[in-house]
């Protein structure tokens, strides 16, 4: 089984709709966060948490909301989705020593019409 | 602001050749990591290398290595014999004040 999940893995959708991503983890990290990539742009940061109780937002969080329900779970919400927020998205964790890198999800491609 | 760049947008390298990728990256920081991450079309993140910037020895794992130079602010990932499983989008990035920075990503092509 996956350590980082993310469901769905592809999700089609109208312009208007309230969408939600959500992420699960098994490795027991406390951090987790939420980028979109897009061609040509790399993985932008949309907000991160470093535990249930702090949640920041990143380079780019307008338009998109988070839930941290639990250490293992980081949900991303799209209030009303609108076409530029196609793209795929990856939530990821890391571990708090500094040194460790992030461990992804296999992505949710989002289109929205 | 703390900024990664990968100038090269799309490469292509013909297999069992070798190719270097480019990173330069941007931080006023004394403490922070770096890391190159593989994406093939599977879509996966998949970490390849890593690299503390206080180590003045260049990383490397298996046919990955790094060329590493602080005072350059520079970054590069070597792919000896590459393989056609190497096909991927690669991603530099760094890590400091507890926050990752990813470069645009660079397209390799590797040809039978």
Redesign the interface.
Known sequence: DADVTQTPRNRITKTGKRIMLECSQTKGHD?M?W?RQDP??????IY?S?DVKDINKGEISDGYSVSRQAQAKFSLSLESAIPNQTA?Y?C?T?APQ??Q????G??T?LSIL | AQTVTQSQPEMSVQEAETVTLSCTYDTSENNYYLFWYKQPPSRQMILVIRQEAYKQQNATENRFSVNFQKAAKSFSLKISDSQLGDTAMYFCAFMAVNKFYFGSGTKLNVKP
């Open positions: 951090r966060y980028y040509g742009l790399g993985l932008r940061l991160y470093f795929l990856f990821a890391s500094v040194r890198p992030q461990h992804f296999d992505g491609r």
